[in-house]
């Protein structure tokens, strides 16, 4: 299998936003979800599951990430639910085709959020 592009669901400055569906992507090492053009910093994650497991935002590459050797950030989840992740640093996170990748030990369904930022 391979990654599976995962989309940004705006978040609406004084607005509402219908709950997305989100992005069924699958387990393993070289699997998951990648967010493409990703800004770490404005990035927020809900990842839904039914069974216990561990979901991991994988370090950068460095170049850009120079903070990459920070290593992953795994989260564990208990037997099912909604775990939220995020913000991210880009020093960190950040891969060297500008994209942010998760993985995880199951299927998880996965809804990128961007918040928006003062312009």
Same mark, same amino acid.
């Given at each position: 299998m391979s990654r599976t592009a995962v989309a940004y669901s705006a978040l609406l400055p004084n607005s509402a936003l219908a709950d997305p569906a #989100?992005?069924?992507i699958s387990s393993g090492v070289g @699997? +998951?979800?990648q967010i493409s053009k990703a800004l770490p910093e404005l990035t927020l994650l809900r990842a839904v599951f039914t069974t216990a #497991? @561990?979901?991991t935002v994988k370090? #950068?590459?460095m170049p850009?990430?120079?903070a990459a +050797?920070? #290593?992953d950030l795994t989260v564990a989840v208990g037997t099912s639910g909604v775990e939220w992740l995020g913000p991210f640093e880009s020093g960190r996170f950040l891969q060297n085709d500008g994209s942010l990748i998760v993985e995880t030990t199951q299927t998880?369904?996965?809804t990128a959020f961007s918040v928006p930022r003062n312009t």
């Open positions: #989100g992005t069924s @699997n +998951g979800g #497991g @561990n979901v370090a #950068g590459a850009p990430a120079l +050797g920070q #290593g998880v369904t996965l």
